[in-house]
C-alpha cells in the first residue's frame, strides 16, 4: 500500500510538471535560464576550483606529515581521526556541498569508517564566506560586518554540533592514510571528479531555478511563496528575504541550506548510510542554533540594515570570487612541481 501511495505521487508529480512544461514554456524557459545564469557566473568560478582542491586533498594524501599533530585535537574534539579535519576546514571556507563530497571521497578511499562518515556528514555542510559574507553580507544586505556575524555564527553552530556528535554512537577506530600516490595521477583525478560533482550540482540548480519560477504562478500569496522559495533554494531564499527579515532569520535559512543543496548531496548521504530524515533534523537544528548565536552577536555588535535593501539590485561580478580560485590553482601547481622527480624521464 506504502508502494501504491509512493508510486501515485511520483506520477502526479511527473504529469505536473509536463502540465507546466507544455502550459508554461516560457516560465520554465526562463527559469532554466537564470539557473543557467547562476552556475556560469557564480558556481563554476568559485565551486569548481574548492572542488578541484578538496579532492586533490583527499586523493593525494598531502596533509599526512601534520597527522600526528592533528590526531590529538581531532580525537578530543569530534573523535575523528586526523584526516577528518581538514574535511572540517574545507567544510567552511568551499560553500556547502564540499564538505559531504570530501567525506564521501575519504570513504571511498578507506580512510574512515562508515560510522565516523555518519557522524562527519552531520555537521559538515556550510556555506562559504564567498557567498555568506560578499553575497549575502555586502550585495543583498549592504553590509560586510551582516556577512561576518553570520558567517561566524554558521561556523561556531557547526562546531557546536560537531562537538557533540563525538558522544554518538559507539567508539571507533581511529584510522590514519598511509598509502602515498602519485601527485600528477591525484591531481588529473581530481579534476575530472570535480568536473563531474560541479555538473551535478549546477542541473540541480537549473531544475529548481525552473521549479521556483513555477511557483510564482502558482502560490499568489507573497509570504506563502517567500516560505515555500526560501524552503527549497537558500539562494533565492536570501534575495528574497533581504531587508524584509531580521539577520538571525537569514542565517537560519542558511543553516538548513535548501532542499536543493541537499538533493546534491544525496548520493554522499546514502553511501555514508545517512538517513535523509536525520540529516533533514540536524539542518534545521544547525539553522536554529546558528540564528541564536547570530542574534547575541547582533546585541554585542549591532548592525542598521535597511528595511528595503538593495536585494532587487543585486549584481554578482563574473570574477568576484576568482581570485582566491587563482591562488588555489598556482599554489596546486607549485606543489605539483616539486613533487615530480627529476630523475625519472616524464616520457
Known amino acids: 500500500m506504502i508502494k501504491f501511495k509512493k508510486s501515485v505521487f511520483q506520477i502526479s508529480a511527473v504529469l505536473l510538471c509536463l502540465v507546466f512544461m507544455f502550459k508554461f514554456p ?23 576550483p574548492f572542488m578541484v582542491l578538496s579532492t586533490y586533498i583527499i586523493k593525494s594524501n598531502l ?8 590526531t590529538p585535537v581531532s580525537k578530543f574534539l569530534f573523535r575523528q581521526p586526523a584526516c577528518a579535519v581538514p574535511v572540517i576546514i574545507m567544510s567552511m571556507i568551499g560553500g ?22 555518519q557522524r562527519l556528514c552531520i555537521f559538515c555542510m556550510n556555506g ?58 591525484s591531481l588529473s583525478s581530481a579534476v575530472s571528479d570535480a568536473l563531474q560533482t560541479v555538473l551535478g550540482i549546477c542541473a540541480w540548480v537549473v531544475i529548481f531555478s525552473a521549479i521556483t519560477n513555477c511557483l510564482k ?16 533554494e537558500v539562494t533565492n531564499g536570501c534575495v528574497i528575504l533581504a531587508g524584509k527579515m531580521p539577520i538571525p532569520v537569514i542565517t537560519a535559512i542558511i543553516g538548513f541550506g535548501g532542499i536543493c543543496v541537499h538533493c546534491q548531496v544525496l548520493s554522499e ?46 549584481t554578482v561580478a563574473t570574477f568576484s570570487v576568482s581570485l582566491p580560485a ?21 616520457w
Open 26 to 48: 516560457d516560465t520554465v524557459t526562463s527559469g532554466v535560464t537564470e539557473g543557467l545564469k547562476v552556475c556560469f557566473y557564480i558556481i563554476l568560478p568559485s565551486l569548481f
Open 63 to 70: 596533509f599526512q606529515f601534520a597527522y600526528k599533530f592533528l
Open 96 to 117: 556547502f556541498p564540499v564538505g559531504i563530497k570530501m567525506i564521501g571521497n575519504l570513504l571511498r578511499e578507506n580512510s574512515i569508517t562508515q560510522k565516523q562518515a
Open 128 to 185: 562559504g564566506p564567498a557567498f555568506i559574507i560578499t553575497a549575502v553580507g555586502v550585495n543583498m544586505l549592504g553590509s560586510a560586518k551582516a556577512g561576518v556575524i553570520m558567517f561566524v555564527s554558521l561556523c561556531l553552530s557547526s562546531l557546536i554540533i560537531g562537538i557533540f556528535t563525538r558522544f554518538l554512537g559507539d567508539k571507533d577506530e581511529l584510522k590514519e592514510l598511509t598509502r602515498s600516490p602519485n601527485t600528477l595521477v
Open 217 to 232: 504562478i502558482c502560490i499568489e500569496n507573497e509570504s506563502v511563496y517567500t516560505a515555500v522559495s526560501s524552503f527549497l
Open 269 to 314: 548521504l546514502k553511501e555514508c548510510g545517512v538517513k535523509y530524515s536525520h540529516f533533514f533534523v540536524c539542518r534545521v537544528l544547525n539553522g536554529a542554533i546558528a540564528a541564536f548565536i547570530s542574534y547575541l552577536l547582533l546585541l554585542v555588535f549591532p548592525i542598521e540594515i535597511d528595511v528595503f535593501a538593495s536585494a532587487q539590485n543585486m
Open 326 to 346: 587563482f591562488f588555489t590553482f598556482a599554489i596546486m601547481c607549485i606543489i605539483m612541481i616539486l613533487d615530480i622527480d627529476r630523475k625519472k624521464k616524464v
